[in-house]
């Protein structure tokens, strides 16, 4: 006889605690905008926030702006993050500078990767057409020697001017458009090497090694690389972007990209350099915006404006006649070509002119004696 199987046993029953709310857990206060999903904690300069101020404002947390506790880091001999005395200038709000390009990161590859497109385009389309042939050899002579020249004020500026002050700017999107500018000049340096080494075996006669002579010793260069090297040497980072995108870039750089290259290279022949320069134009100009968007902040500031004029007026006073030295050294390659199309006081200016109308009339600053 089998012995009976025993019942078995139900699960008891398991007790848990009560949720109780008490309307103090997050989320649960009620606002204006409390059903939103997104938060700022800027106030964005039109009615929506862009992607560029979405990722540049307010990424590096300053103690005037949600760093209660004051920076978090600093230097050994210097006050921490962000230091305002790298530069005599001053601003009641340096973060409200906006970057006109609006440029961030990603902007940076894909414009930068753009423009590299078509030079590589541009210039494999002139080898198919043997665009060269057409070039006399007073031409290559000029190509070879001053635009290979050009090349290493542009590496210069690029490396040793804006990274070196790309980090010095009390705010990243200051930071972040001087590093753009920076980006600029090495890729527009770089266009200009691939060039020369594509002319160097397509053109023949063509020289790709004098260059490097030419901006050491020929006297014509030496202004503008004295120049170049001095704004290197600058140790305030406002004044050294505001001697070379205002002083320099205005008598020395669009006088000869624009008021040179571009004007004769056609009339010698030659269709494919002016499409590169014109990309090196191109950086300036977008890097002219910001310049200007970030110098007129300063001059209309209104508890600081006077006193940052009076301080602009002194660095003109300073790089105002290098830059015109430099600018007048050059004039020898004037009557290099061929053919020219504008003589060079004509050239010179049209230089001066821009730097009095489009940047000093703007920034209410008064135009050095030099430039009249």
């Not at 001999?77 to 200038?89: I, M, N, Q, S, V």
């Amino acid at each position: 006889m089998s012995t009976p199987t025993a019942a078995k046993p139900e699960n008891p029953e398991r007790s848990f605690p009560k949720p109780q709310f008490t309307d103090a857990e997050a989320g649960a206060l009620e606002f204006p905008s409390s059903t939103s999903r997104s938060y700022s904690y800027f106030t964005p300069e039109k009615l929506r926030a862009t992607m560029y101020e979405d990722v540049t404002l307010d990424v590096q947390p300053d103690p005037e702006r949600h760093l209660y506790q004051g920076w978090i880091y600093g230097f050994r001999d210097g006050p921490g993050g962000y230091p305002k005395e790298w530069t005599a200038l001053k601003s009641s709000d340096w973060h409200q500078f906006r970057d006109p390009n609006g440029e961030w990161e990603q902007t940076i590859f894909r414009n930068n990767a753009n423009v590299v497109r078509q030079v590589q385009q541009n210039l494999a389309n002139a080898q198919l057409a043997k665009a060269y042939d057409s070039w006399t050899p007073a031409w290559t002579r000029f190509v070879e020697r001053n635009l290979g020249a050009w090349m290493h004020a542009e590496h210069g500026l690029g490396l040793h001017v804006f990274t070196a002050v790309q980090r010095s700017g009390p705010t990243n999107m200051i930071n972040t458009a001087v590093a753009v500018n920076s980006a600029h000049k090495l890729r527009f340096a770089q266009d200009l090497a691939l060039y020369n080494l594509d002319l160097s075996e397509v053109v023949e006669g063509f020289n790709g090694d004098v260059h490097r002579e030419v901006w050491q010793t020929d006297p014509v260069w030496q202004g503008v690389r004295e120049n170049v090297e001095l704004l290197t040497a600058a140790s305030d980072w406002a004044e050294a972007v505001f001697a070379t995108n205002v002083v320099y870039e205005q008598l020395v750089g669009v006088l000869f990209r624009s008021h040179l290259v571009m004007q004769i290279a056609a009339r010698n022949g030659d269709y494919v350099t002016p499409s590169l320069v014109g990309s090196g134009e191109h950086d300036y100009s977008r890097d002219q915006a910001y310049t200007r968007a970030l110098f007129a902040m300063l001059v209309r500031d209104e508890a600081h404006g006077e006193a940052n004029k009076a301080k602009l007026s002194e660095w003109l006073a300073v790089w105002v006649p290098r830059s015109l030295k430099a600018a007048q050294d050059l004039q020898p390659i004037w009557s290099q070509p061929l053919e020219r199309v504008m003589p060079f006081a004509e050239s010179f200016e049209a230089a001066k002119d821009g730097l009095r109308t489009l940047l000093l009339k703007d920034l209410g600053i008064d135009v050095p004696k030099e430039l009249n």
